[in-house]
């Protein structure tokens, strides 16, 4: 994974916290910890139990400093998260004697790798409609008007645009399938519900546009310069000129094997695309400071100009006040950005 993604190392730390705090008590669970220092344990089975499964999670803050080189190394934490939280629903079915599930749970769904726009559908109208409903989506998930009508009618607008790839919309229809139970007077918080359904919909449809350009290469669509997206925007033109640029010195800084490096300055590039409040000529400038960054990089340390990238950083944390994008970059990326000044 190299660095690990910032909400999902959140998640898992937010998972374990909760795991930790509402364990306490093992037996207060019904096991038996005969022969295991009085620690709980995670099931690998039916009858299997786990120690050093718990041993890995039981320090949450742990998580908040550690860097993760592959996914294995994420991926084995993270499930033994999702294994205690299983037996812990296990137990309190049991428990509380629940006959059946409030809320359809689903599982992890993503778009298909190989899709196809449908025939008579432009890729670039369709491309600009996903980022349309991506910003009313975003939109309605800070909103007080949140709840299962208007989550529903996002999720019909959403899905009429998908309908444009074939066989897309599937994986999107499925993760709303229990949107409608949040209706139920069992469901203690239906808006906190419902907006986790909408934040499940907002991803997958994020998906659905990164591989937009995917699926108008296999439609016979060729990809043009003009569909370079970027969040919830389409650039075109020079400035997907200046990102192709960009792009390209920043894999030329990955193949020197900085890949940490590599993906700070792609997280700059992104923040600054994103970012509110700038015009043309503000967001243009920033990206050449972006390109400047991204070739000091591929330079040996002693060759760099320290005055000029410090002004360079300078003038992205001035910028950064007029917005949360880019400075959340600089604040996750600092220590590595600073690591270019010779």
Known sequence: MGR??????????????WVVTH?????????SLEGTDGYPLISDGPEVF???????????EW??????STQAEFDGPARAVLDYLDIISERCRRKFRVRALVLDVPGQIHPPRHGRVNEGVLAR????????????????????????????????????????????????????????QCSSPLVADADAVCRAYLSLGLGYLKEVQERMPDYA???????????????????GGQFAAQIANI??????????????????????????????????EQRRDLLDNVGYLAEAAQTPSEQRNRGT???????????????????QALDNWAGVLHGLLP
């Open 50 to 60: 786990n120690y050093m499964a718990w041993d890995g999670i039981r320090v949450p």
């Open 309 to 327: 990238l410090r002004s360079i950083l300078s003038a992205l944390n001035i910028a950064a006040t007029s917005g949360s994008d880019l400075r």
């Open 125 to 180: 109208l369709l491309t600009e409609d996903i980022a349309e409903q991506i910003e009313a989506g975003e939109a309605l998930e800070t909103s007080s008007a949140i709840g299962v009508p208007a989550v529903t009618t996002w999720q019909s607008d959403a899905r009429g645009v998908l309908a444009g790839l074939a066989g897309v919309s599937v994986g999107f229809d499925e993760l709303f399938r229990g949107l409608y």
């Open 4 to 17: 690990t993604k910032p909400e999902a190392r959140r998640a898992l730390v937010d998972a374990c916290k």
């Open 217 to 235: 290469e296999a439609s016979g669509q060729e990809p043009r310069v003009s569909m370079n997206i970027s969040g919830n925007t389409i650039y």
């Open 63 to 68: 998580f908040e400093r550690r860097e993760f």
């Open 247 to 280: 792009d390209s010195t920043i894999a030329g800084v990955a193949q020197q094997g900085s890949h940490e490096v590599a993906d700070a300055l792609k997280a700059l590039e992104q923040a600054v695309l994103s970012q509110g409040g700038l015009d043309e």
């Open 23 to 31: 364990s306490d008590t093992p037996m207060d669970l019904g096991w």
